[in-house]
Each structure stands twice: as structure tokens, then as C-alpha cells.
């Protein structure tokens, strides 16, 4: 009886102490590839295996601390799924936060630098980092309401939580166990040179990986559990020499940011699992699915050991009633105060009214428009947005941390192209921020073909409804005799030179969070020279159209593309109603008198008319590889002849269906009154790299007709269609487009032409537009 009673108490004891082991998991980094930790979590849920302790790094730590935050696996998986999660790691937000408003005109800018005033003129270039804008609001959505629950405290999560951070100044790995959820796992993914470090006690910090990238040392010092599961997904061990550059990129990239990590650190009462992720890239977060499924495949293929030296499980309905539980301490989040700093008291009050509201508190979309308000503003350099709890009023504090912009930013550009259309870009922008923005600027373009100088000034007003106002003062310049020689001279070529000036009062306002409204007043001054017959000698003098006068205009923008040249997503509105009054002085040269025997008569005439015209361009269908996008175009004018056939053509609104148009004088798309549409077919065949066929028709309601040697007069109503098309390659390098095609214009002097260029094919608006 007595053995019996021992027999039962040792068996007893055995119970217990099976019944509290714990397991700790340890996750670590890998830059992408940390997304097959999901498949871990999936693979030990579903096998009732507990998880009571976590520590990670890097993309482990975002796994796991949402875990800790009381996410499912599912939930975690959908997120990683979404669309939402792709625009977080390259650095993209959603057009609806855009606030296209504050958007500055597109130019070729291909590289830029930034100085700062002082004493000193420091020099400085910005670094290729990934834009951290929607990551920091995102990771502020999954993890503040979390943070708040366990007082910032990781012990009081659903599940107690570890990350790794690295201080490179001292070159120490730091374990982070309190204080903003959200900022810990922001700072263990710093990895340098992708995304900006952040401040955590004063210190910079940098991606936990490079000095503790499996933290499962952590595990046991911090927790001590009975067993460790560790999920290792970053292998530095290759067994081929990569022959890709962009794997050799990789490969030395997890080489250079991520310490080695040890499998016998999970000890002798552990497991160690190892995905084969060798085909997946450490910087490429396209194959989630796959990448989850391999972190579920390499874990269900230690089940079995896991099992057989786990003996505790938590069953699901233990564990959805721990979630509820945690997930049930979260407040809702309303926000009574914006605080701002690392600006001085003008400044602080200018991004303050940007968050104006009549009601006393905030909701998270609120805060999110003002947020998005506040970084598509070109005044600041870097804004860090935190969030942190009021237990006296239940209600949390949405804080900004805000870094002004570098006063002066250049810009270089341009494009380098096989047609002598060529130039280089240099754009100076000045930023000075108080109880207002502004913003002053200037820009030069020179080449062969086109020279253009502008300055610019503007003023925003940071009002519950935003406003701005403007001033432009454009001269540009285009000879389209240079762009008709190509790689031998051109049989037929344009003798056309134009310049056109203009002065441009602008006030804008914002419609929605990327459209804007805005009407101007312009005195314009264009100056066209032509041959009226066609023919041009030396000695010869061209004819002379000069039209000086009045332009005023109301114009609706709404812009989502993700490009601002070959976009592939998107869509862009361009409407404008706008009244001209001018004067049209014509003098004419000597080819007339010297081809003819006629002698033109100078003239003078006033000219009024009023326009309207909008454009539209989207791109709604999208497959794995392939995109379709259309647009549609139309003018409608009351616009009359100018004095000759020239002068009435230059004049005209055009249609600039290709990428080369605007530096080709097409005589068959111009009209006063036209409608025109597109299809763009857009085959992705690598990465950055696609195939674009694209075709186009233009229809215009009267086209322009010579009659005899320079009158001008109208042909029959809807009487041709006119067509153009490109077929041609296209890469996004860091640069800017290259871009290699086939073009085809149904126009008389210009039909075919093959074109490479590299770089943007943009210009300033011309006064008329």
C-alpha cells in the first residue's frame, strides 16, 4: 500500500511537470523570406503545440510579435497576402492618401541632391532607401492598440515577446522587452541602406540581424523554457557560385546584414527547423504563398519529433479563449491630441492645422488623411508617426515626429535619345517652412531640340480646406528642323521653330486626397516661324506668327498612375475649360515672293475663343503578367483660322498619343474639335521589364486643309481617321525608362521611326496647354 502511495504521487508529480513545460519559439531574420515563419505558426496551431514564449528578429520579429499581438496565423496569412502588404515593403500607398494636391508637375529628375544652408554648404545625397511612409503607419495599425493592452510591457502580451535590435556605434546587439511594440519591430527591420534607422532610448538603432539574427540565446537567458523551437530561414551556406547578378546582389546583402545563425544554439532539448528557401530572394516579397507554405512544409516535417518531446498541448478552443481574452483589453482608437516635434513653434502650428477638425476627437481615418497630407507635402524630409496611450481618458495621442527638408534640392535629369531630341534637366528647389509652405523653384532643359527655362513660386496654406497659391514664369523653345534628322537627312523636313512665354497665376485646392482644382490667369507670348511652302534655303526668311495675350482657365486633375511615364497602374483625369483673348500679328518672310511671285500682306487681328478638353487614362485589367489599359481624349472648341495654314496649325490643341510626339510636328493630329482613344497592351516579361504594344485613333471633326500655297480652310465634316501605334521594349531602371521602339504615325512627313531612348521624355507645359 505504501509502495502504491509513493507509485501514485511520483506519477502524479510527472503530470504536473509535463503539464507546465513550456516551448519557447525563436524566429528568425531574412528579409523575406521570414514570411515562411507563417507557415511555423500554421503548422504548430494546428498540431495544438503551445507557443509561450517568442523571441525574433527582423521579419521574425514582425511575425512574431504579431502573434504576440494577439493575431491568428489566418490573419497573419491574409495580411501577407494583401495587396496592402505589397505597397508596405516597396514603399507604395494606396492613390486614395496620395493627396496628389501638394504634387509637384512631372520632370525627368533621374538623380537628386540635397544641401543644406549653412556656413558650411554641406553637400549631401540622399540614399537609395525604400520609402518607410506606409510601413511606419501600418505597423502603427497592428501593433499600438496591442502595446497599449500590455501597458509596454512584452511580458503582457498574448504571448511574452522578445526582439533584437543593434546599436552600430557600439556595436552591440540590444534586447528589446518594453516600451512601443510598434517601434521595437520597426527598429529590428532598419536593415541599413533599405529603410531609415529609428531612435529607441536616445540611440539610433539598426536591424536586430546584424549582430543577433537568431536570437535563441535570448530565449533561454530571457524565459528559460523547457523546449525551443527554432525557425531559421536565413542560410548563408550556397551550393552553387550564383551566375545572376541580381542573386549575387542578394546573396551578398544577406552576407553583409545578417549574423551567422547557430542551429546548436536551440540546445539538446530542442528542434531546429530550416526551410529550403535556396530559389527564393531574401529582398523579393512577390511568392508569399510559396514562401508560407515552405516555413509550413519544413515544420509539419518535424512534427513528429516535435511531438514526441512535447508532451503539453493547448487545444483551440483554450487558445481562441486566450486570444479573445487579450484581444478584448484593446481600445478602440480615438485620438484627442496631435502632438508634433522636432519643429520649431511657426512650423509645429503649420502641420497642426493639417489635422484640423471640428470634432473633439479623431478616428483612425482621420488621423491617416492627415498623415498622408503631411508626408505628400515637399517641405519635410522625414516623418516618424508614433502612438501612445492615455489610460485617464481611454483615448490615445497620435505624435509626429518631423524632420524639415534640407532647404535647397537639385535636381539632374533629362534623356539621351537616338533621335536628336536629346537634352539635360537641371531643377533648383528651394523649401522654407513657418506658419505657411514655400516653395520656390527653377528649372532649365537644353538640347537641340527643345530649351526651356521656368520659375516658379508658391505659397500653401495648411487651412482645414488646403489652399495654395502660385506663380509660373515659363519660356520654352522648340525647333523641329533638328528632330527631322535622324540617322540620314530627312527628305522632308519641318521648318518650324516656336517659342512661347508665359506668365501664370495659379490658385488650387484640393477636390479629394488625390485631386485638386485649379484656376489660372496667364499672359502668354508665343512667337512662331514657318515656311509657308515647306522649302527653306540659305537666305531664305521664315514667316513670323506672333500672338500676344490673355489666358484664363479652371482645370480638374485627379492622378493615380504609378509611373509618371509608361505607368502600367493607375489612372489619371485631365478636364480643363479655359477662355484665350489675343492678338494675332503676322509677318511674312521671303519664300512666298521667291517660290510663287506673291507677296503676303502683314497682318493684325484680335482672337477670342473659348476651349474645353479632357483626357483620361486607366489601367483596370491586370493579370499575373499581362495589363490593359485604355485612354480617351476630346476637345471642343470655338477656336477660329488664324491668318494662314501654318499659323492656324501651330495654334491648334494636339493630339500626343506616343511617347515621341510632342517632339514631332504632326500635321494630321491637329484639330479644334477632335475625339481620340487608345488601347496600351502591356506584357510584363521580367521584374521591371515589359513589352508595350499600343495603338491609337484620332478623329477629328474638320480637319485643317491647305488651299493653294499658305490659305487655310476646313475639309468635309468627320471626313478621316487618322492612326498611330508602338511596339517597343521598355526597363524601369534607377534612371529612369530605357526604352527601345517602333512607332508609326499616319502622317504625311512623318510615318516611321525607330526610337531608343533612356531616360523621361517630359517637358514644360506649353503656353496654349
Same mark, same amino acid.
Given at each position: 500500500?505504501?509502495?502504491?502511495?509513493?507509485?501514485?504521487?511520483?506519477?502524479?508529480?510527472?503530470?504536473?511537470?509535463?503539464?507546465?513545460?513550456?516551448?519557447?519559439?525563436?524566429? *528568425?531574420?531574412? &528579409?523575406?523570406?521570414?514570411?515562411?515563419?507563417?507557415?511555423?505558426?500554421?503548422? @504548430?496551431?494546428?498540431?495544438?503545440?503551445?507557443?509561450?514564449?517568442?523571441?525574433?528578429?527582423?521579419?521574425?520579429?514582425?511575425? #512574431?510579435?504579431?502573434?504576440?499581438?494577439?493575431?491568428?496565423?489566418?490573419?497573419?496569412?491574409?495580411?501577407?497576402?494583401?495587396?496592402?502588404?505589397q505597397n508596405w515593403v516597396s514603399g507604395r500607398y494606396q492613390s486614395d492618401y496620395s493627396f496628389y494636391f501638394q504634387k509637384s508637375p512631372p520632370n525627368p529628375t533621374a538623380i537628386t541632391a540635397k544641401m543644406a544652408i549653412d556656413t558650411s554648404l554641406r553637400l549631401s545625397f540622399r540614399p537609395n532607401l525604400v520609402n518607410?511612409?506606409?510601413?511606419?503607419?501600418?505597423? @502603427?495599425? @497592428?501593433?499600438?492598440?496591442?502595446?497599449?493592452?500590455?501597458?509596454?510591457?512584452?511580458?503582457? /502580451?498574448?504571448?511574452?515577446?522578445?526582439?533584437?535590435?543593434?546599436?552600430?556605434?557600439?556595436?552591440?546587439?540590444?534586447?528589446?522587452?518594453?516600451?512601443? @511594440?510598434?517601434?521595437?519591430?520597426?527598429?529590428?527591420?532598419?536593415?541599413?541602406?533599405?529603410?531609415?534607422?529609428?531612435?529607441?532610448?536616445?540611440?539610433?538603432?539598426?536591424?536586430? #540581424?546584424?549582430?543577433?539574427?537568431?536570437?535563441?540565446?535570448?530565449?533561454?537567458?530571457?524565459?528559460?523554457?523547457?523546449?525551443?523551437?527554432?525557425?531559421?530561414?536565413?542560410?548563408?551556406?550556397?551550393?552553387?557560385?550564383?551566375?545572376?547578378?541580381?542573386?549575387?546582389?542578394?546573396?551578398?546583402?544577406?552576407?553583409?546584414?545578417?549574423?551567422?545563425?547557430?542551429?546548436?544554439?536551440?540546445?539538446?532539448?530542442?528542434?531546429?527547423?530550416?526551410?529550403?528557401?535556396?530559389?527564393?530572394?531574401?529582398?523579393?516579397?512577390?511568392?508569399?504563398?510559396?514562401?508560407?507554405?515552405?516555413?509550413?512544409?519544413?515544420?509539419?516535417?518535424?512534427?513528429?519529433?516535435?511531438?514526441?518531446?512535447?508532451?503539453?498541448?493547448?487545444?483551440?478552443?483554450?487558445?481562441?479563449?486566450?486570444?479573445?481574452?487579450?484581444?478584448?483589453?484593446?481600445?478602440?482608437?480615438?485620438?484627442?491630441?496631435?502632438?508634433?516635434?522636432?519643429?520649431?513653434?511657426?512650423?509645429?502650428?503649420?502641420?497642426?492645422?493639417?489635422?484640423?477638425?471640428?470634432?473633439?476627437?479623431?478616428?483612425?481615418?482621420?488621423?491617416?488623411?492627415?498623415?498622408?497630407?503631411?508626408?505628400?507635402?515637399?517641405?519635410?524630409?522625414?516623418?516618424?508617426?508614433?502612438?501612445?496611450?492615455?489610460?485617464?481618458?481611454?483615448?490615445?495621442?497620435?505624435?509626429?515626429?518631423?524632420?524639415?527638408?534640407?532647404?535647397?534640392?537639385?535636381?539632374?535629369? #533629362?534623356n539621351i535619345s537616338s533621335r536628336p531630341i536629346s537634352n539635360v534637366y537641371l531643377g533648383i528647389q528651394y523649401n522654407y517652412l513657418n506658419r505657411k509652405a514655400y516653395t520656390f523653384a527653377t528649372n532649365f532643359y537644353s538640347g537641340r531640340f527643345y530649351e526651356s527655362a521656368q520659375l516658379s513660386g508658391r505659397i500653401d496654406?495648411?487651412?482645414?480646406?488646403?489652399?495654395?497659391?502660385?506663380?509660373? /514664369?515659363?519660356?520654352?523653345?522648340?525647333?523641329?528642323? *533638328?528632330?527631322?534628322?535622324?540617322?540620314?537627312?530627312?527628305?522632308?523636313?519641318?521648318?518650324?521653330?516656336?517659342?512661347?512665354?508665359?506668365?501664370? %497665376?495659379?490658385?488650387?485646392?484640393?477636390?479629394?486626397?488625390?485631386?485638386?482644382?485649379?484656376?489660372?490667369?496667364?499672359?502668354?507670348?508665343?512667337?512662331?516661324?514657318?515656311?509657308?511652302?515647306?522649302?527653306?534655303?540659305?537666305?531664305?526668311?521664315?514667316?513670323?506668327?506672333?500672338?500676344? &495675350?490673355?489666358?484664363? &482657365?479652371?482645370?480638374?486633375?485627379?492622378?493615380?498612375?504609378?509611373?509618371?511615364?509608361?505607368? !502600367?497602374?493607375?489612372?489619371?483625369?485631365?478636364? !480643363?475649360?479655359?477662355? !484665350?483673348?489675343?492678338?494675332?500679328?503676322?509677318?511674312?518672310?521671303?519664300?512666298?515672293?521667291?517660290?510663287?511671285?506673291?507677296?503676303?500682306?502683314?497682318?493684325?487681328?484680335?482672337?477670342?475663343?473659348?476651349?474645353?478638353?479632357?483626357?483620361?487614362?486607366?489601367?483596370?485589367?491586370?493579370?499575373?503578367?499581362?495589363?490593359?489599359?485604355?485612354?480617351?481624349?476630346?476637345?471642343?472648341?470655338?477656336?477660329?483660322?488664324?491668318?494662314?495654314?501654318?499659323?492656324? %496649325?501651330?495654334?491648334?490643341?494636339?493630339?500626343?498619343?506616343?511617347?515621341?510626339?510632342?517632339?514631332?510636328?504632326?500635321?494630321?493630329?491637329?484639330?479644334?474639335?477632335?475625339?481620340?482613344?487608345?488601347?496600351?497592351?502591356?506584357?510584363?516579361?521580367?521584374?521591371?521589364?515589359? /513589352?508595350?504594344?499600343?495603338?491609337?485613333?484620332?478623329?477629328?471633326?474638320?480637319?485643317?486643309?491647305?488651299? &493653294?500655297?499658305?490659305?487655310? #480652310?476646313?475639309?468635309?465634316?468627320?471626313?478621316?481617321?487618322?492612326?498611330?501605334?508602338?511596339?517597343?521594349?521598355?526597363?524601369?531602371?534607377?534612371?529612369?525608362?530605357?526604352?527601345?521602339?517602333?512607332?508609326?504615325?499616319?502622317?504625311?512627313?512623318?510615318?516611321?521611326?525607330? /526610337?531608343?531612348?533612356?531616360?523621361?521624355?517630359?517637358?514644360?507645359?506649353?503656353?496654349?496647354?
Amino acid at each position: 500500500m505504501r509502495y502504491k502511495s509513493i507509485l501514485i504521487l511520483l506519477l502524479f508529480i510527472s503530470c504536473i511537470q509535463l503539464k507546465a513545460q513550456k516551448v519557447g519559439l525563436v524566429l *528568425s531574420g531574412g &528579409g523575406a523570406k521570414g514570411l515562411a515563419h507563417i507557415g511555423t505558426l500554421k503548422a @504548430l496551431e494546428e498540431n495544438k503545440i503551445p507557443i509561450d514564449y517568442i523571441t525574433g528578429t527582423s521579419m521574425g520579429a514582425i511575425v #512574431g510579435a504579431m502573434y504576440a499581438a494577439g493575431y491568428s496565423p489566418a490573419q497573419i496569412e491574409k495580411i501577407a497576402l494583401s495587396e496592402d502588404f505589397q505597397n508596405w515593403v516597396s514603399g507604395r500607398y494606396q492613390s486614395d492618401y496620395s493627396f496628389y494636391f501638394q504634387k509637384s508637375p512631372p520632370n525627368p529628375t533621374a538623380i537628386t541632391a540635397k544641401m543644406a544652408i549653412d556656413t558650411s554648404l554641406r553637400l549631401s545625397f540622399r540614399p537609395n532607401l525604400v520609402n518607410d511612409i506606409p510601413l511606419n503607419f501600418a505597423l @502603427l495599425e @497592428l501593433f499600438s492598440q496591442a502595446s497599449a493592452a500590455a501597458k509596454d510591457n512584452f511580458n503582457n /502580451l498574448m504571448v511574452p515577446f522578445r526582439c533584437m535590435v543593434s546599436d552600430i556605434l557600439s556595436q552591440k546587439s540590444i534586447t528589446v522587452a518594453n516600451g512601443s @511594440l510598434t517601434e521595437a519591430v520597426r527598429a529590428s527591420m532598419s536593415v541599413p541602406l533599405v529603410y531609415r534607422p529609428i531612435k529607441l532610448d536616445e540611440q539610433f538603432v539598426f536591424d536586430g #540581424g546584424i549582430y543577433n539574427n537568431f536570437p535563441a540565446d535570448i530565449m533561454k537567458k530571457e524565459f528559460n523554457p523547457d523546449f525551443i523551437i527554432g525557425a531559421n530561414v536565413s542560410s548563408k551556406t550556397f551550393n552553387e557560385y550564383p551566375k545572376d547578378d541580381d542573386r549575387i546582389v542578394n546573396r551578398f546583402f544577406i552576407y553583409m546584414f545578417l549574423a551567422k545563425s547557430d542551429s546548436t544554439l536551440v540546445g539538446k532539448n530542442g528542434i531546429y527547423i530550416e526551410p529550403n528557401l535556396a530559389d527564393y530572394s531574401a529582398t523579393n516579397f512577390t511568392p508569399v504563398a510559396a514562401l508560407i507554405k515552405q516555413g509550413y512544409d519544413a515544420t509539419m516535417a518535424e512534427m513528429d519529433k516535435i511531438k514526441a518531446r512535447v508532451k503539453s498541448r493547448i487545444s483551440n478552443k483554450e487558445l481562441q479563449k486566450k486570444r479573445i481574452s487579450f484581444n478584448s483589453k484593446k481600445s478602440e482608437l480615438i485620438f484627442n491630441n496631435i502632438i508634433v516635434k522636432g519643429v520649431n513653434s511657426q512650423q509645429r502650428k503649420y502641420v497642426e492645422r493639417l489635422f484640423k477638425s471640428d470634432n473633439e476627437s479623431f478616428n483612425l481615418a482621420d488621423i491617416k488623411r492627415g498623415y498622408y497630407k503631411l508626408v505628400a507635402d515637399e517641405v519635410f524630409e522625414a516623418i516618424y508617426p508614433k502612438i501612445t496611450y492615455d489610460a485617464n481618458t481611454d483615448s490615445y495621442n497620435f505624435e509626429i515626429v518631423a524632420q524639415p527638408k534640407k532647404s535647397l534640392k537639385i535636381d539632374f535629369g #533629362g534623356n539621351i535619345s537616338s533621335r536628336p531630341i536629346s537634352n539635360v534637366y537641371l531643377g533648383i528647389q528651394y523649401n522654407y517652412l513657418n506658419r505657411k509652405a514655400y516653395t520656390f523653384a527653377t528649372n532649365f532643359y537644353s538640347g537641340r531640340f527643345y530649351e526651356s527655362a521656368q520659375l516658379s513660386g508658391r505659397i500653401d496654406y495648411p487651412s482645414k480646406l488646403p489652399l495654395f497659391l502660385g506663380a509660373e /514664369l515659363t519660356y520654352n523653345h522648340w525647333n523641329y528642323y *533638328s528632330t527631322s534628322k535622324i540617322f540620314v537627312e530627312n527628305p522632308s523636313p519641318v521648318y518650324i521653330d516656336q517659342a512661347d512665354r508665359k506668365i501664370d %497665376l495659379k490658385f488650387g485646392m484640393p477636390l479629394n486626397k488625390n485631386a485638386r482644382m485649379i484656376l489660372n490667369a496667364a499672359f502668354i507670348n508665343n512667337s512662331d516661324n514657318y515656311s509657308p511652302t515647306g522649302d527653306f534655303v540659305v537666305g531664305d526668311i521664315l514667316d513670323r506668327t506672333v500672338l500676344n &495675350g490673355f489666358r484664363t &482657365g479652371l482645370t480638374f486633375e485627379k492622378n493615380s498612375l504609378n509611373r509618371k511615364q509608361y505607368a !502600367t497602374a493607375g489612372r489619371s483625369i485631365y478636364a !480643363t475649360v479655359n477662355f !484665350t483673348t489675343a492678338k494675332e500679328n503676322y509677318t511674312p518672310g521671303n519664300i512666298a515672293k521667291k517660290s510663287a511671285g506673291l507677296i503676303p500682306l502683314a497682318s493684325g487681328n484680335f482672337r477670342q475663343w473659348f476651349q474645353a478638353r479632357v483626357a483620361y487614362e486607366n489601367y483596370g485589367l491586370h493579370t499575373k503578367r499581362y495589363t490593359l489599359g485604355y485612354s480617351l481624349e476630346a476637345a471642343v472648341s470655338n477656336q477660329p483660322l488664324f491668318s494662314n495654314y501654318y499659323a492656324t %496649325l501651330l495654334a491648334a490643341p494636339a493630339f500626343y498619343p506616343l511617347q515621341d510626339s510632342r517632339s514631332t510636328f504632326l500635321t494630321n493630329f491637329r484639330a479644334f474639335n477632335y475625339a481620340a482613344a487608345g488601347i496600351k497592351n502591356i506584357i510584363n516579361l521580367h521584374k521591371k521589364f515589359d /513589352l508595350r504594344v499600343e495603338g491609337y485613333v484620332f478623329l477629328p471633326y474638320q480637319e485643317f486643309k491647305k488651299i &493653294g500655297l499658305q490659305q487655310v #480652310g476646313f475639309e468635309n465634316t468627320i471626313s478621316k481617321w487618322r492612326y498611330a501605334g508602338t511596339t517597343g521594349l521598355v526597363y524601369q531602371s534607377p534612371l529612369g525608362p530605357i526604352s527601345f521602339s517602333y512607332n508609326l504615325y499616319d502622317d504625311t512627313k512623318r510615318r516611321h521611326s525607330v /526610337l531608343l531612348h533612356i531616360g523621361y521624355l517630359i517637358y514644360n507645359k506649353r503656353s496654349l496647354e
